[in-house]
């Protein structure tokens, strides 16, 4: 049986739920379960801190799981990265007081709060320099207006925390984070399903399908519009001088695609959602 680790609180653990039961497998009914099993997937579910999941697949307790990119990083486990699952995006960067500091040479010497030291310790020696980590649970932004740190380094997502707190984001980024699939060993049986149907849940709500009409003429203009992910499918339809057409599209993209197809000479233009996918 497949153990899969599920984040069970916080930003990703709502997105994850759904991404999981849209792939075909029952979650908990309990909220507030520890683990649930799902015999149908033969799959058992153990909700876990997302902070903690690295290092329960990375130790080999569990085969599978589910958190975040800057998470994973900052624990230094063995688990590695096998997929990104395209949710709970942030950046992770260095903030001050605006005008404080103007790059990464500026840390040197200076407390620097972050609940990531792992991440963030790790950053600063393969950039050479030299600071004094303050290690906080959360809420890190505070720690240069209470005194306890002169720069901070945490999750960006709106930039709407530091802006309430006063403080810039100075220097590189850290690192760009997203929700990922990690493993320790990914040749465990099941793994392969898991990420393929979690891949279909992201295909399927990230495009949508296409189905139009065009004359003959048009077909080269209209399919180079519409080109879909292998080739699209061309279809006869009773009138010899048209054909219909069918392709995958960014959902992002429908709108504009549909313009571009109308004006070409294109009818019949339709777009469905697409439930499920496997690419
Ligand atoms: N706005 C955000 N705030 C915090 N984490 C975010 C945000 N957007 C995405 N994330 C990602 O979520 C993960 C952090 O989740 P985690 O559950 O540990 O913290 P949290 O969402 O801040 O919850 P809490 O603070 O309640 O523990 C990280 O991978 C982080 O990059
Ligand atoms: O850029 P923003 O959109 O403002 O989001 C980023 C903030 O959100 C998170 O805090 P959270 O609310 O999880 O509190 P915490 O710091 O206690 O974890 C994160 O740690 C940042 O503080
Ligand atoms: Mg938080």
Do not use: C
Request: cysteine-free.
């Amino acid at each position: 049986m497949l153990r899969i680790a599920v984040p069970n609180k916080g930003s990703l653990s709502e997105t994850a739920a759904d991404m999981l039961l849209e792939a075909g497998y029952t979650g908990r009914r309990d909220p507030r379960a520890l683990s649930a099993i799902d015999p149908r997937n033969d799959v058992e579910f153990f909700y876990l801190r997302p902070r903690d999941i690295a290092t329960y697949v990375g130790s080999g307790a569990l085969d599978v799981g589910i958190t975040g990119r800057d998470l994973l990083l900052d624990s230094g486990s063995e688990a590695h990265e096998i997929a990104a699952l395209d949710f709970g995006g942030s950046t992770f960067r260095f903030a001050g007081r605006p005008g404080a500091f103007s790059g990464l040479s500026d840390l040197e010497g200076v407390r620097v709060a972050t609940s990531y030291p792992g991440l963030v310790g790790d950053f600063l020696a393969r950039s050479g320099v030299t600071a004094k980590l303050v290690s906080l649970d959360g809420a890190v932004e505070s720690a240069i207006n209470l005194g306890v740190a002169d720069a901070v380094a945490d999750v960006v997502s709106t930039g709407s925390t530091l802006r309430a707190q006063g403080l810039e984001i100075f220097g590189p980024v850290i690192l760009e984070s997203t929700a990922v699939l990690i493993s320790a060993h990914s040749e465990v049986p099941g793994i392969s399903t898991l990420q393929r149907r979690l891949q279909g849940v992201l295909v399927a709500r990230q495009y949508v399908l296409v189905d139009y009409d065009v004359p003959v003429s048009l077909l080269e203009a209209a399919t180079a519009v519409t080109p879909g992910l292998e080739s699209p499918t061309i279809s006869q339809m009773q009138d010899p001088e048209w054909l219909a057409v069918r392709a995958m599209v960014h959902r992002a993209d429908t709108n504009h695609v549909m313009d571009a197809l109308y004006d070409l000479g294109a009818r019949a233009i339709l777009v469905s959602s697409i439930h499920a996918a496997r690419i």
